[in-house]
């Protein structure tokens, strides 16, 4: 199938590094303005394939692209593995 990233400017501030997956979070820990995902490749801990931030406030993030892609037959990402 085709899948759908939306490329954004993002002020971080403060941001909270999550090294585990927080399904409930609804605003990062008390002193973090943000919280970004360590990714599999960067830490021993990581939980996501690829960086994400997660941004609490609309002010924080300005969209700029929609991207579209496909992967591969032979990807080897924690989706395609599923």
Same mark, same amino acid.
């Given at each position: 199938?085709?899948?759908?990233?939306?490329?954004?400017?993002?002020?971080?501030? *403060?941001?909270?590094?999550?090294?585990?997956?927080?399904?409930?979070?609804?605003?990062?820990?008390?002193?973090?303005?943000?919280?970004?995902?360590?990714?599999?490749?960067?830490?021993?801990?990581?939980?996501? *394939? %690829?960086?994400?931030?997660?941004?609490?406030?609309?002010?924080?993030? %300005?969209?700029?692209?929609?991207?579209?892609?496909?992967?591969?037959?032979?990807?080897?990402?924690?989706?395609?593995?599923?």
């Amino acid at each position: 199938g085709t899948y759908c990233i939306v490329a954004s400017r993002v002020c971080l501030g *403060d941001a909270f590094v999550a090294r585990n997956i927080l399904t409930n979070a609804l605003r990062p820990p008390d002193g973090f303005d943000s919280m970004v995902s360590a990714t599999r490749f960067s830490s021993p801990s990581g939980c996501v *394939d %690829l960086p994400e931030a997660m941004v609490f406030s609309e002010g924080q993030a %300005l969209p700029e692209y929609i991207i579209e892609y496909r992967h591969t037959d032979d990807c080897e990402c924690q989706r395609c593995e599923e």
